[in-house]
């Protein structure tokens, strides 16, 4: 009886044991909690006001870029609706992105919160890769485009000069008009047989390659500006000299 | 009272009576002098107004004179037409150049974004 007694004793200080043992463990899961989820939420809020600007800033800028395009006019229309599809492929993209990190955020979901940030960068190199790119091709084509209107000016002009008799100073402006136009035109096919062809993994191969590419082509778009510019101003030198030319003295009447 | 007699060695003197006589001798001596004045400042009026009769001269002014003050008007400028020739092809190479200026203008603002696109790469880099 006594040993029943005891085996019933030792039971229930068992369990009362067992009680009191995860009595203060079931108190601590509810403590703590709250501290990780405290940190969490703030984790949660950072990395979605973060990956809410990172998308709307790009959201931004693919679609200023995406007004230019159509207006290109050395871009044949199959290059430019390769260009427009592209931008119109990574806004749809970042566009998802922004809900899923939308979703995440509203689920508590950081890791997967983290990852949709992430991607904004790895997946799509709008920054890294995109923009430079295209607004390099911009710049080609509009120094492309300028070129020629130069050169038709210049046309224009050489036969006025022969008309004039070939004055030094004239058939000396034109020569210049005609060297700087050229180089213009090696400046920008070199701007766009390197830029047309990068694409966002180009950047992730090789990052340091295509941010040379980049630095190489803003000089090469530099030095065509500055040609363009010299064109211009022989071309307005000669025709003032042409238009000067033709002045009468006055006649007094009679 | 002692009266005079009556003599006619001694008579009143008597005021003699005045003789207009020369009065009326010295009148047209007065209005032809008038006259030969009024013809006179005549004269000298149409003499003064008359234009390119002074001389200039260093002489001192005389007295019975005045300095006159003459302005002396420059000819006029004949006036003409200045023929200017408008040539269209002129215009035409007008419209040419301010066309190219706006090709330059819009390339300086891509230049710029380009540029400016180039230099935020590193917001992606920094990733």
């Known amino acids: 009886m006594n040993i029943i007694t005891t085996k019933k004793q030792l039971l229930i200080m068992l369990g009362t044991g067992i009680v009191l043992l995860s009595l203060p463990l079931s108190v601590f899961a509810q403590t703590v909690p709250p501290v990780q989820a405290g940190k969490s939420a703030q984790r949660l809020g950072t990395v979605n006001t ?8 790009r959201l931004t800028s693919l679609t200023e870029v995406q007004t230019r395009i159509p207006t290109l006019k050395r871009l044949s229309s199959s290059q430019q609706q390769q260009f427009s599809g592209e ?45 430079p790119q295209l607004h390099l091709l911009i710049a080609s084509d509009t120094m492309g485009y300028t070129a020629n209107n130069l050169t038709t000016l210049y046309g224009k002009l050489q036969t006025r000069v022969q008309s004039a008799g070939n004055p030094s100073n004239l058939t000396a402006l034109l020569s210049d008009m005609n060297a700087k136009i050229t180089d213009a035109q090696t400046q920008y096919n070199s701007v766009e047989s390197q830029a047309v062809g990068l694409t966002p993994s180009s950047y992730n191969t090789n990052p340091s390659g295509t941010t040379q590419i980049f630095q190489t082509a803003r000089s090469e778009i530099k030095t065509g500006a500055g040609d363009l510019q010299t064109a211009f101003s022989d071309a307005k030198q000669i025709v003032q000299s042409i238009k000067s ?4 003295s006055p006649v007094p009447s009679q | 009272m002692e009266e005079h007699p009556a003599n006619p060695i001694i008579a009143p003197i008597q005021t003699p009576a005045p003789d207009n006589s020369g009065k009326k001798s010295s009148r047209p001596v007065v209005l032809i002098s008038l006259i030969i004045l009024i013809i006179i400042l005549i004269v000298g009026y149409k ?23 003459v302005t002396t008007v420059p000819p006029a400028t004949p006036s003409g037409t200045v023929v200017v020739k408008i040539d269209s092809s002129d215009q035409q190479l007008d419209k040419d150049l301010q066309g190219i200026q706006g090709n330059l203008n819009q390339l300086n603002s891509d230049q710029n974004n380009s540029n400016q696109a180039i230099q935020n790469q590193s917001q992606d880099t920094q990733q």
Do not use: H, W
């Not at chain 1, 973060?50 to 800033?57: E, G, I, R, S, V």
């Not at chain 1, 030319?245 to 009468?248: P, W």
């Open chain 1, 87 to 131: 931008v119109s492929t990574n806004i749809s993209g970042i566009q998802g992105v922004q809900t899923q990190c939308t979703n995440d955020f509203n689920a508590g979901n950081l890791t997967g919160l983290v990852a949709d940030y992430k991607s904004v960068f790895a997946n799509y190199r709008i920054y890294a890769e995109m923009l």
């Open chain 1, 245 to 248: 030319s033709k002045t009468i």
């Open chain 2, 47 to 69: 003499f003064v107004k008359k234009p390119g009769n002074y001389q200039a001269t260093n002489n001192p002014v005389p007295v019975n004179q005045k300095t006159v003050t």
């Open chain 1, 50 to 57: 973060n990956c809410q600007k990172a998308t709307a800033q």
